[in-house]
């Protein structure tokens, strides 16, 4: 990563002597943005199940014969979304490069990655675009950062987002269209621990040898603006083989994971209402985030007898713009996951409900500064196995700020 940062050093410097002449052809607009997100996050000792989110904190298992722990403690740390970039123009072509935090807020020493590199070319009718970008299944409704700070956009909590990836991308005015590099590298659920699973004593998964790309990952979605409303449909198909050898030969796994997704941003003055909706299958095997611990297919291990996990989730987001520099927004996040486990005589099924909510002010005492503080609550929910009792997976909570600056 060290390498990419004096990479980036370095053309900065050779486009910064490149001669007048050079320099009309190509119009550089550099930018940064530094974020901070420090915080106080606590779990209780159930989330050992459950999820946390980015949270350092997590429920832990002394030994010893004691009980699970609960635990709590200080975040305070550089976002992930902490980014150093530049948009060119050259006539009808242009692009954007941008790096970003690889350290991770939870404390890790900074690196480097690439956030955003792709070329487009303005063809008059529409837009191509090549590189890594924004995937068209993207529409943000929320402000919330949650535990560990994410990138303040819902991420993980139900958010429509395909992330950023390796793509040839086709924007006709609202309309785009993107074959995208796809997700091949998940293992899915062995439903032969399955049983452990729902004993709660083990988590395992199947133990892929080979995965392999069949067809790019397809996505496709349309936003109308509508004056003070704008409106999201889209979705995302993807597929890959997992090969899986035993003593009687290798046995072929098609992986196929879907969801689509709905949206809308509404403004009624000073009000603002934002919603989402999302429905998927094996959502896990497509890659996408989220605070769930079954979202990808299951597989028997020994007759290879598969099953998908079905996938929802809702967001409802209200806020209040005070002045042009003081707003407040409150939301609610619901995600759902069902997991049926195969060739199982009996009907035997796993599936969790997590609620999210959060309360947070947005402050601007100068342009370009915004101080963020937030609070909220995760219920990871019960896990809850057919013919078996409920286990609560543990609640998270947390106040923090962000600290932001943009340049």
């Not at 035993?246 to 934002?274: C, H, K």
Request: proline share 3%; aromatic share 14%.
């Amino acid at each position: 990563m060290k390498k990419l940062t004096v990479l980036f050093v370095a053309l900065v410097m050779v486009f910064a002597a490149l001669p007048a002449f050079a320099q009309d052809k190509a119009d550089w607009a550099f930018y940064g943005h530094a974020r901070m997100w420090t915080s106080w996050e606590s779990v209780d000792e159930n989330t050992l199940y459950g999820g946390s989110g980015g949270s350092q904190s997590r429920g832990w298992n002394p030994g010893f014969g004691l009980s699970v722990q609960d635990d709590d403690g200080l975040t305070w740390g550089l976002q992930t979304n902490s980014r150093l970039g530049a948009n060119v123009k050259w006539g009808n072509i242009g692009g954007t490069v941008e790096f970003g935090n690889a350290g991770g807020a939870a404390g890790a020493d900074f690196g480097t990655t690439w956030r955003l590199i792709y070329g487009t070319w303005d063809f008059g009718a529409g837009k191509l675009t090549v590189g890594k970008d924004f995937t068209p299944y993207l529409f943000f409704v929320s402000g919330m950062c949650g535990p560990g700070g994410g990138e303040c956009v819902g991420i993980g909590f139900g958010t429509i987002y395909g992330q950023r990836r390796a793509q040839l991308k086709l924007t006709m005015g609202g309309f785009k269209f993107a074959l995208v590099d796809p997700t091949a590298t998940i293992n899915p659920w062995d439903s032969t621990t399955a049983v452990t699973i729902a004993g709660r004593t083990a988590v395992a998964r199947l133990g892929v040898n080979d995965f392999d790309k069949t067809l790019p990952r397809i996505e496709a979605s349309y936003t109308f603006n509508l004056g003070p409303a704008a409106l999201f449909i889209g979705g995302m198909y993807n597929t890959y083989d997992a090969e899986v050898a035993r003593a009687t030969g290798v046995q072929d796994i098609s992986m196929d994971s879907f969801v689509l997704g709905l949206g809308a941003r509404t403004a009624f003055g000073p009000f603002y209402a934002n919603a989402s909706f999302q429905y998927g299958e094996n959502v896990g095997d497509l890659g996408m985030p989220t605070n769930l611990l079954f979202t990808g297919s299951m597989v028997d291990g020994v007759t290879f007898a598969q099953e998908d996990a079905e996938y929802m989730a809702a967001q409802l987001i209200l806020g209040f713009k005070v002045t042009d520099a003081f707003a407040l927004e409150a939301g609610v996040i619901w995600q759902s996951a069902e997991l049926d486990v195969p060739n199982v005589p009996t009907s035997t099924s796993v599936d969790q409900d997590t609620y999210a909510y959060y309360l947070q002010a947005v402050w601007s005492p100068a342009k370009n500064f915004f101080i963020v503080p937030e609070v909220g609550i995760i219920n990871n929910g019960d896990l809850d196995i057919s013919g078996q009792d409920q286990e609560d997976l543990g609640d998270v909570t947390w106040f923090g700020i962000k600290w932001q600056i943009n340049f």
